[in-house]
Structure formats: C-alpha cells, structure tokens
C-alpha cells in the first residue's frame, strides 16, 4: 500500500476485555515496529519485527501484551484482560531494511496513524 | 541507562521567531539521532537524521539539527517559523551496543505552537 495503515482507528472497551490491533506495513518493508504513546508522554517502544520474527519483546509492558506477524506482513497486538492504564495511542511503523538478527535496523521509519485505545 | 531528554515540552513562538528544541542523550558510544514531526491530525513523519558525517544535518521545510557529540546533543533549529510549523516534534536515539544490538527511545517530545 501507499503507506502504513492501522485499524481499528478508534476502540472503547471495558475493563477486562481482550483487544486486537492491526497494522499493515508498507509493501516490502521487512521490518515492523510496535509503540504505545500516552497522554503528555512520548513514544514508548514496545516490539519489533524482522520478518515474522520478534528479535526483541523487551519493552512489552506485561505478558497481557503479545503480538504476532504473519507472511512478513500483518501484524497484530493483542491486549489481554485490559486495564485502564492501557489507554493509549498504539503506534505501528515499517522500515524498508531489517536489523542484525538480534535487533531493529538504523533505517527510517515510516508511522501509521495509531489506534486510540480507551479502557472504560 | 540510556535515556533522551527533551527539556522543553512546550514552546510558544510568533511567526519569524528563531525556534531552538533541545534534545539530550545518556550514553558515550554509537548513535543514529533523528527529529521526527507530528503535525495536528497526521502521522509521525521524518524531519532529519544524523548517521555519520557533517554534523550539522539539514531536513525538510527548512530545519536543521546540530550533532555535538562532546554534549551529547541533537538541537533541531530554525531560522524563522511559520504557523504551519505548529506541531509535536520527537527526538529519537538509537544506541547501538557491541555485538550489534540497537536500542531506540524517542525522547517525550515538545509541543511547538507558532502564533500569527
């Protein structure tokens, strides 16, 4: 596609409930990258992805969070039982180059535009 | 531990005033140091980026960003500012560890509102 996109745009859930993100990358972009963005904070790295492999799921905040990617393309983050301090803007970015196989690559990051979620 | 600190969060600026965004890191080895942009409503985009090389690193619409590595830091300035320069702007530090393992932190970003 033209650029990165991210659905939903919008979710409102309840406490407690599971939620599903999508991002899809731009087409050929071999590298895939997870934030989260609270109000009045920057942006916090949560996983990374070369291919379909997570070299790196040190900064997911707990094992309520997972994620998974697919045919080197889409990817999901998958929230479990949520809770209120999971409200937030999730942010899906691509880069054209993979990293080392241990980690994320130098290259320049092209964002999607997030998924507001808010937990009721 | 690593860190990258944006010491302003908020700047009011008129049109044609000098803008200057401080951005500050922790760490004495290898790092690739972008400016990123978030204007009202769209996507984070890339304004700059420092690998190697000059250290004074041009970007699109006129800014630019300063590597002095004996500071530590990545100003991003611009001569004169217009309204349409209103928005959220990032630092972001990869510190590169030997053996090739990179790690990222964005620093918490500065909100730059331009008055006509």
């Known amino acids: 596609g033209a650029g990165v996109s991210q659905s939903p745009s919008n979710k409102v859930t309840e406490k407690g409930k599971d939620v599903e993100l999508r991002c899809d990358p731009i087409?050929?972009?071999?590298?895939l990258y997870w934030y989260r963005q609270s109000l009045g904070q920057g942006l916090e790295f949560l996983i990374y992805?070369?291919?379909?492999?997570?070299?790196?799921k040190s900064g997911l905040p707990s094992d309520r969070f997972s994620a998974e990617r697919t045919g080197g393309s889409v990817s999901t983050l998958t929230i479990q039982r949520t809770q209120q301090e999971d409200s937030a803007v999730y942010l899906c970015?691509?880069?054209?180059?993979?990293?080392?196989?241990?980690?994320?690559?130098?290259?320049?990051?092209?964002f999607g535009p997030g998924t507001r979620l808010t937990v009721l | 531990a690593q860190s990258v600190s944006q010491h302003n969060h908020h700047v009011i600026l008129s049109e044609a005033a000098s803008l200057e965004l401080g951005c500050n890191y922790s760490?004495?080895?290898?790092?690739?140091l972008f400016w990123y942009v978030q204007y009202p409503g769209q996507h984070l985009q890339l304004l700059l980026k420092?690998?190697?090389?000059?250290?004074l690193v041009k970007g699109i619409k006129g800014f630019e960003a300063e590597f002095i590595k004996s500071k530590f830091s990545f100003n991003l300035r611009k001569p004169s500012v217009q309204w349409s320069d209103t928005a959220e702007y990032f630092c972001?530090?990869?510190?590169?560890?030997?053996?090739?393992?990179?790690?990222?932190?964005f620093g918490a970003g500065t909100r730059l509102a331009v008055h006509p």
């Open positions: 420092y690998f190697s090389g000059d250290p």
């Open positions: 970015a691509s880069s054209q180059n993979p990293g080392q196989p241990i980690s994320l690559s130098t290259d320049t990051q092209y």
């Open positions: 972001a530090v990869i510190f590169t560890f030997s053996g090739g393992y990179n790690k990222l932190i």
């Open positions: 087409s050929g972009h071999t590298a």
């Open positions: 760490y004495g080895g290898t790092v690739n």
């Open positions: 992805f070369q291919g379909n492999s997570a070299p790196d």
